[in-house]
Nanobody, 119 residues
Framework: VQLQASGGGLVQPGGSLRLSCAAS????????AAWYRQAPGKQRELVAH???????NYGDSMKGRLTISRDDAKNTVYLQMNSLKPEDTAVYLC??????????????WGQGTQVTVSS
């Protein structure tokens, strides 16, 4: 199983980005999925989390500016980020609890995608 994060880039303050996290491989189901971010010199922090049933929770730092969603048919999780600020600049990483056929749930991490908010 691999997780591929994409959609990052350079955006001006106040702009928007949509990140994607696509899971590939022999997948029976994706339970939870989440986005974290890590800025230089700072601890990794939870940005958003979504359950198998679609219930979402958001970290305090970006609450109100995010929407996390999932498309189980595509094994993909999305993170819509609006009203971006320079302090949102970080590497955004996705993780998911995935069950493969005949196996228990295991956590996987993607490689991260860089988001830079700057004028």
């Amino acid at each position: 199983v691999q997780l591929q994060a994409s959609g990052g880039g350079l955006v001006q303050p106040g702009g928007s980005l949509r990140l994607s996290c696509a899971a590939s491989g022999s997948i029976f189901s994706i339970n939870y999925a989440a986005w974290y971010r890590q800025a230089p010199g700072k601890q990794r922090e939870l940005v958003a989390h979504i359950t198998r049933g679609g219930s979402a929770n958001y970290g305090d730092s970006m609450k109100g500016r995010l929407t996390i969603s999932r498309d189980d048919a595509k094994n993909t999780v999305y993170l819509q980020m609006n009203s971006l600020k320079p302090e949102d600049t970080a590497v955004y990483l996705c993780t998911a609890g995935i069950i493969q056929f005949g196996s228990d749930e295991r956590a996987y991490w993607g490689q991260g995608t860089q988001v830079t908010v700057s004028s």
